[in-house]
């Protein structure tokens, strides 16, 4: 149960709009996302969380980003920068939830001074203790055009920011877990190269000990921000070729107008968890897989007057009027509040007491 006493920080003029807008967000959570059960799946999501504690967010926005993450057990969050904010979050969550967090890239990689971490609901998810960042051998190392489009070339980049590697375990459901937010660089030309290596050398690294964690019953899962164009374009052909697959029912756009596919979940892992999450319904409350639409309850399109006083103490907002307004609270400043990429989650089947059973029969 999500900590709601932390609205009486909310100051009293705003707290009714806040109370509503939240009520707004509950509603659609729960006509969007499958509840949480104890034994039968796992909800899994990932959710890039843009320059997070890098920003000043409204207390109201705090608690929405808390009332979406506590929706599921376990959620992959990048592009953390401080963790002042998150430690609110984590307040807000209450004490069943807890989250490790990689350190940060330096800088001077191009990384943003960013983190990677991951959520999860002790009543339901265990962390089996192992952790670790992808630091790759020299043979794999990221070629860089180092002196402008078509120059010189040398081997001997590591990522931009580190992927994060954990080992966890939901029921009988074992998976190890690596996150990534890769590099953007540009859409065409050696920066765009550059891009499709990182997805390349991070499928290809983790991919290689799926012969031993398929030997202890293991799944492996890669998800995160990886700057996807399409599915067609060979960002995504360099995530697939090493045999990682992406649950047809992911396959759609995850950025806000709905034009890019960033954001994904890909697996090495036993048929029937790819057919259990790829099942069609149209009932969105038993559906496997889905991507949530953060600005359908709170800062909504509609609501720019509401934030007024707000978009003019920054610099985008000073000034503008109308249309221009509203295009900034749009485009940009709700962006900073929440985020500019949607969470993305899958239910996987946590419970093979069954299966487990059968095969003893059959011994």
Not at 196 to 212: L, N
Request: glycine fraction near 6%; proline fraction near 3%.
């Amino acid at each position: 149960m999500l900590q709601y006493y932390y609205l009486r920080y909310i100051p009293k003029a705003e707290r009714s709009r806040v109370v509503g807008n939240l009520e707004r967000l509950i509603n659609q959570l729960d006509r969007e996302v499958p509840d949480k059960d104890s034994e039968q799946t796992l909800l899994l999501a990932t959710w890039n969380i843009r320059n997070f504690g890098k920003v000043r967010r409204l207390p109201e926005s705090l608690m929405y980003i808390a009332e979406i993450l506590s929706r599921f057990d376990f959620v992959a969050v990048q592009e953390v920068v401080d963790l002042d904010d998150w430690h609110e979050v984590m307040k807000r969550l209450g004490p069943n939830y807890d989250f490790i967090a990689s350190d940060k890239t330096h800088h001077k990689l191009g990384s943003g001074g960013e983190r990677l971490l991951y959520l999860y609901d002790k009543r339901k998810v265990e962390f089996q203790n192992i952790a670790g960042e992808i630091v790759l051998p020299t043979d794999m190392l990221i070629t860089e055009d180092t002196a402008g489009e078509g120059g010189a070339l040398y081997q001997g980049k590591q990522f931009r920011r580190t992927p994060f590697i954990t080992a966890f375990r939901s029921g009988w459901f074992k998976f190890d877990i690596c996150t990534v937010h890769l590099f953007y660089g540009s859409s065409s030309g050696s920066k765009l190269a550059e891009r499709v290596q990182e997805i390349d050398r991070v499928a290809d690294y983790f991919a290689d000990r799926a012969i031993e964690a398929q030997k202890d019953g293991r799944s492996l899962i890669l998800l995160g921000d990886f700057n996807i164009v399409h599915p067609d374009h060979e960002t995504m052909i360099a995530l697939r070729r090493h045999g990682f697959r992406i649950p047809d029912a992911l396959n759609r756009p995850s950025n806000l107008d709905l034009t890019k596919y960033y954001d994904q979940i890909a697996f090495m892992t036993d048929d029937e968890t790819l057919k259990f999450i790829d099942r069609r319904t149209d009932d969105l409350k038993k559906a496997n897989a889905g991507i949530f639409e953060i600005f359908k309850s709170v800062f909504r399109d509609q609501d720019t007057l509401e934030y007024e006083a707000e978009l003019r103490k920054k610099a985008g907002g000073k000034g503008k009027q109308g249309a221009a307004l509203t295009q900034y609270y749009k485009s940009s400043w709700r962006t900073f509040q929440m985020s500019d990429h949607k969470p993305m989650w899958v239910r996987i089947k946590s419970n093979a007491a069954a299966a487990y059973l059968a095969s003893l029969k059959s011994d």
